[in-house]
């Protein structure tokens, strides 16, 4: 059974940094793409980066310079360290595995205040 547990999130004010985190179980994770995506009210889920099993990132384009996505395979845990934060960057943000299908964490909120 496809575990993911997030924690980290909060209340951070605009321009502050959070980090994320997602530990994984049940999976063999080297073989997994490891990530983040995010659901703001009344929106729907979208990218926000992805620290593929073959070593690449793939970021979100409002994210860029700002996040950085990584991964401790020895750990099965993926990061998302978040920095200059903006108010839209509030939204529950999901950890994803992805490899044959999609698991998801249960999301963790984030909350920028201006």
């Known amino acids: 059974q496809v575990q993911l547990v997030e924690s980290g999130g909060g209340l951070v004010q605009a321009g502050g940094s959070c980090r994320l985190s997602?530990?994984?179980?049940?999976?063999?994770?080297?073989?997994?793409?490891m990530g983040w995506y995010r659901q703001a009210p009344g929106k729907e889920r979208e990218l926000v980066a992805i620290?593929?099993?073959?070593?690449?990132?793939i970021y979100e384009d409002s994210v860029k310079g700002r996040f950085t996505v990584s991964r401790d395979n020895a750990k099965n845990t993926v990061y998302l360290q978040m920095g200059g934060l903006k108010p839209e960057d509030t939204a529950v943000y999901y950890c994803?595995?992805?490899?044959?299908?999609?698991?998801w964490g249960q999301g963790t909120q984030v909350t920028v205040s201006s």
């Open positions: 994803l595995a992805r490899h044959v299908t999609d698991e």
């Open positions: 997602c530990v994984a179980s049940g999976i063999t994770f080297e073989w997994w793409d």
């Open positions: 620290a593929t099993y073959h070593g690449t990132t």
